[in-house]
Nanobody, 114 residues
Framework: QVQFVESGGDLVQPGGSLRLSCTASGFIFAFSGVGWYRQAPGNQRELVAAITSGGGGIYADSVKGRFTISRDNAKTTLYLRMNSLKPEDTALYYC????????WGQGTQVTVSS
C-alpha cells in the first residue's frame, strides 16, 4: 500500500523560507520520479516541482529560482526547500509520483501572510 506523509508546513511572512518533507512507502522510491503538488482553495491541484530518479529537477515557472526539490533515496524522503515565499504560495502541499496516480496523503499547509 502506497503511503505519503507530508510535513513541515507553517505560517510564514512574505520573504520567508520553509523546508517541506515527504516520506514515502509502498513502492520503489529510488526508481521513481516524484513531485510536489499544491492546491489552493478554489484552484486545481498543480505540480510545482518534480525530480527524476536520476535527480534532475523540473519546476513550474511560478516557483523557478525560489524552490529547490531534492530527494534522499536511503530515507525514501522527498524535500522541497522554499525561499522568498509569496502570499500566492499559500496552499496545501502534497507529494506523489509524476502521474499523481497514487493515493494522496493528508498534505501539509503552507500559509504566507504578514
Amino acid at each position: 500500500q502506497v503511503q505519503f506523509v507530508e510535513s513541515g508546513g507553517d505560517l510564514v511572512q512574505p520573504g520567508g523560507s520553509l523546508r517541506l518533507s515527504c516520506t514515502a512507502s509502498g513502492f520503489i522510491f529510488a526508481f521513481s520520479g516524484v513531485g510536489w503538488y499544491r492546491q489552493a482553495p478554489g484552484n486545481q491541484r498543480e505540480l510545482v516541482a518534480a525530480i527524476t530518479s536520476g535527480g534532475g529537477g523540473i519546476y513550474a515557472d511560478s516557483v523557478k529560482g525560489r524552490f529547490t526539490i531534492s530527494r534522499d533515496n536511503a530515507k525514501t524522503t522527498l524535500y522541497l526547500r522554499m525561499n522568498s515565499l509569496k502570499p500566492e504560495d499559500t496552499a496545501l502541499y502534497y507529494c506523489n509520483n509524476l502521474q499523481g496516480s497514487f493515493a494522496w496523503g493528508q498534505g501539509t499547509q503552507v500559509t504566507v501572510s504578514s
